[in-house]
């Protein structure tokens, strides 16, 4: 719906909410109680709120633990064991992926080094990374210590993608002739699937199918990208991606992270990994072993056996997910941001302006909003006025309305408040 015949007034935010098919999720969410008690939270780009059913989830586990010891294992209500499989096939559909594609353990940076160790083959002439400008550090530095663990120097094996001059977000062509000029020697291309900073949606489908022309091993962090954006990784190829699930899925603070490894990986045999007990085949695990012998699929790169009280708020938030369905969900998304870019444009200023992309389908729920000059402080000042975004230096303020809790008020209420700031 952009180009939707917004309104300006408030009263054109309560009838958006009232014909809004998913506004009922709202109140299936806590929302924080900040100095002013009256909460704008649109950080869902960096922590997600907490489902109300996420304690009901947790307390079954505990009460199990508390009743059955070990026995949880295999005799709790939902046995301990295989319990990261009740995540798997919501999991998968989100992502797009086959539920042999996708596992949830560990958290993003393990789950990127593991997928690195088996993927990241440099050779003489091939031993470059590609990645973006500005990834988020984290990646940034896993992709160096890669590097250097195999030898090699980030100063030449690092590619490193750039805007044009003067220009904030990379034009997707721009992307591929870049694939296209230093292919031959670019190992893996790891680009996030929609940048941290600016919000923009990267074309994942053009660049798997660029990499993979050339030779390269594509993959994704889905940080942002998951739970925000329609993901197709089975259909586009791409060889792996790893996300977390504290942000848009709500799974709770450092919750378990996921990852998907392509079905044509599943029996990667030959490939090196690193390993533990619990990517091994379950068949024979508790035999115990001194051979390793990976499960088929994504769950032959688990390490250790799954955490259950990080996974049980998480299975609290997928369910409201899949009731609520992805498709509403970025309907609504679109609609949303749009709303906040028109309320925006409303007063323009030179004071601010938005760095993400203009286009929907170049964006998910994030819009981030340059301030040059003293930002922070309008941010603080915003914060005392109970809206919740963040900041990033050196200038930017980044806000997500998120379909699944947020309400066209909300962004009303925060455009209002962030305008009469600046
Ligand atoms: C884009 C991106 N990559 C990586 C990470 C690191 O995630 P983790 O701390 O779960 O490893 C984050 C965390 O916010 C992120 O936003």
């Known amino acids: 719906m952009t180009g939707a015949p917004f309104q300006s007034g408030e009263d ?27 909460c704008i939270y649109l950080c869902g780009h960096s922590l997600g709120l907490q489902p109300k ?49 996708v596992v949830v353990m560990n958290s993003l940076t393990v789950n990127l080094h593991l997928m690195m160790a088996s993927f990241y083959r440099p050779t003489k002439q091939r ?9 988020f550090p984290s990646d940034q530095y896993a992709v160096k210590s890669q590097i250097n663990f195999h030898g090699f120097a980030p100063t030449s094996s690092l590619v490193e993608l750039a805007p044009r001059e003067g220009e904030l977000c990379l034009r997707d062509e721009d992307v591929e002739s870049l694939i296209d000029r230093e292919a031959d020697s670019i190992a893996l291309i790891m680009l996030s699937g ?8 990267f074309d994942m489908a053009g660049i798997t199918r660029a990499g993979h022309a050339k030779g390269c091993v594509v993959g994704f962090d889905l940080a942002h990208a998951a739970g925000n954006i329609p993901l197709r990784l089975h259909d586009w190829g791409s060889d792996f991606a790893v996300w977390c699930n504290y942000k848009y899925l709500n799974g709770g603070p450092g919750c378990v992270g996921g990852c998907f490894v392509h079905e044509r990986h599943a029996r990667a045999w030959g490939v090196p990994r690193f390993t533990g007990w619990w990517g091994h085949d379950e068949k024979t695990r508790f035999k115990m072993g001194p051979e390793f012998r990976p499960m088929v699929g994504a769950e032959g790169w688990q390490l250790s056996n799954p955490p259950i009280l990080a996974l049980a708020p ?55 909003i340059r301030l040059p000059h003293n930002g922070r402080d309008l941010c603080s000042r915003l914060i005392e006025q109970g809206v919740i975004g963040d900041w990033r230096e050196p200038d930017t303020f980044r806000v997500a309305a998120v379909p699944l809790y947020n309400s066209y008020h909300d962004v009303y209420r925060f455009v209002e408040r962030f305008l009469a700031a600046v």
Do not use: C
């Not at 031993?127 to 990834?135: C, D, S, T, W």
């Open 314 to 368: 998480l299975r609290a938030s997928i369910e409201i997910f899949d009731e609520a369905g992805m498709d509403r969900l970025r309907t609504k998304g679109v609609t949303l941001t749009g709303y906040m870019e028109f309320l925006l444009g409303q007063q323009p200023s030179p004071k601010f302006s938005i760095l993400t992309p203009r286009e929907p389908d170049r964006r998910g729920a994030q819009l981030s």
């Open 53 to 101: 059913s996420a304690r009901s989830y947790l307390e079954q586990e505990l009460r199990d633990w508390a009743q059955l010891g070990v026995e949880g294992h295999f005799h709790a209500k939902n046995p301990w064991v295989p319990y990261h499989r009740l995540l798997t096939d919501q999991t998968a559909a989100l992502v797009g992926a086959l539920p042999s594609e």
């Open 12 to 38: 054109f935010a309560v009838a958006l909410d009232a014909r809004d098919p998913l506004a009922q999720f709202r109140d299936r969410f806590y929302f924080p109680k900040t100095k002013s008690g009256d």
């Open 127 to 135: 031993h470059k990374i590609l990645v973006e400008r500005g990834a």
């Open 194 to 201: 929609v940048n941290y900073v600016t919000g923009q949606v």
